[in-house]
């Protein structure tokens, strides 16, 4: 369906991808929770960087094999595996389409001002449930994502808008590595992740 | 030659001084609103939104990224009500039921003191104290904290990084805003 042609376009038209967002996060009651924003970089199958810079730092960096999280205010660092991470979560949508057809149910949502709306019902079928209710992304006829609304479990929004939209560009590769630096704690977990 | 005081031998009885004034404004504080994040040690990160009522009462609304596995904990420390996408459940000890259900706990009981940087009332505690007299460490009910760093917030310095530690998990926690910060006007009791 228009769904699925659109996220194919996304994933299939779109190899790389450089953008800044800005994150909106809401409560059930419409309460802003949080106002964010930064950079987004993804380069298939599966680099991807997203990189909140204000009102503080935060960076996700996937190379494929892993996911980094570094919090530089908790002097802390996370790395999993990223197919163990990306099952069911916004990365995974984000960096590679395979896995997104067995966590979610791909629905169309209809033209929105020029963009089609896919949304992607978790599937919840017995073991693995999904930590949203729903999560919307509207792409472009070009195949680029223009905005992305996870809805959480609560009643609660998170709202991401794409702006400056680049495709077929270049990155250098370290981009999507990633060193701890020095003094701070690399948390490893190991297979079973626990919680996020 | 002559030997220089050492600059931060500061007196004991400066700070003990500095540390009751900033108590007593602190303490006026009886209810607010903080908007943070929390760090365990397994790797588990989360946003929090604590709202502290005049009283015991309080509403968490906690968050991984995105609003990913969002949950809201609501009521007085041993009486409260969490939501999750499953529904709603009462327990008495949240602290164990987070520790069960997400991985990960922080200190509910006592967090409504001790992210002010206030010893609880009423259980014994063991603090050192920095230089301004704010808290550096506090050891109560189980759980030791540090205190990294201080952020102003009007008149009162509140604190913006921390560090919580039970036998059960290693937690670092960062204020990111605080709001809504009401102070009972009764005048304070050492008046």
Redesign the interface.
């Known amino acids: 369906g228009p769904g699925d042609d659109a996220l194919n376009r996304f994933v299939n038209d779109v190899k790389t991808l450089s953008a800044t967002f800005e994150q909106t996060?809401y409560?059930e009651h419409g309460e802003i929770?949080?106002q964010r924003s930064g950079v987004f970089d993804l380069q298939r199958p599966g680099r991807f960087r997203w990189k909140y810079s204000k009102?503080?730092e935060q960076l996700?960096v996937c190379d494929g094999d892993k996911i980094w999280?570094y919090?530089p205010?908790?002097?802390?660092v996370?790395v999993?595996p990223a197919n163990i991470v990306l099952k069911g979560?916004?990365a995974s949508l984000l960096a590679q389409k395979g896995q997104l057809g067995d966590s979610f149910k791909i629905e169309s949502g209809g033209k929105q001002d020029g963009a089609d709306l896919v949304k992607l019902v978790p599937k919840n079928d017995g073991e693995q449930?999904s930590?949203?209710?729903l999560i919307e992304l509207w792409i472009a006829p070009n195949g680029v994502p223009k905005e992305m609304k996870?809805?959480?479990?609560?009643g609660?929004?998170?709202d991401?808008l794409f702006g400056g939209v680049k495709t077929g560009v270049s990155f250098d590769a370290s981009l999507f590595r990633f060193a701890p630096p020095k003094g701070t704690e690399v948390?490893?977990?190991d297979g079973n992740d626990?919680?996020? | 030659c002559a030997t220089l005081p050492k600059p931060d031998t500061v007196d004991a009885a400066q700070v003990a001084g500095k540390w009751q004034a900033h108590r007593t404004a602190v303490a006026a504080i009886s209810s607010f609103q903080l908007?943070g994040?929390a760090?365990?040690?397994?790797?588990?990160?989360?946003?929090l939104?604590w709202r502290q009522y005049a009283g015991a009462r309080f509403e968490a609304?906690i968050?991984?990224?995105?609003?990913?596995?969002?949950?809201?904990i609501s009521g007085t420390p041993h009486d409260v009500e969490i939501?999750?996408?499953d529904g709603t459940e009462q327990t008495t000890d949240p602290e164990g039921w987070m520790l069960q259900r997400?991985?990960?706990t922080f200190p509910i009981d006592g967090l409504r003191w001790w992210a002010l940087g206030l010893p609880a009332p009423g259980t014994p505690a063991k603090t050192t104290f920095d230089a301004q007299g704010r808290l550096a460490t506090l050891t109560q009910d189980g759980w030791t904290l540090q205190y990294l760093d201080y952020q102003e917030v009007g008149d009162l310095s509140l604190p913006h990084?921390f560090a919580a530690t039970s036998a059960q998990i290693d937690l670092?926690l960062?204020v990111?805003q605080w709001q809504d910060i009401e102070t009972s006007h009764n005048p304070p009791a050492s008046s």
């Open positions: 996060q409560d929770l949080s009102p503080y996700m999280n919090e205010d908790l002097a802390q996370t999993r979560t916004p449930t930590d949203f209710e996870f809805h959480d479990a609560l609660g929004i998170t991401v948390v490893g977990a626990a919680g996020q | 908007n994040r760090g365990a040690g397994n790797g588990i990160k989360a946003d939104r609304r968050a991984g990224p995105f609003g990913a596995g969002a949950v809201a939501r999750t996408k997400a991985g990960w990084r670092r960062v990111d």
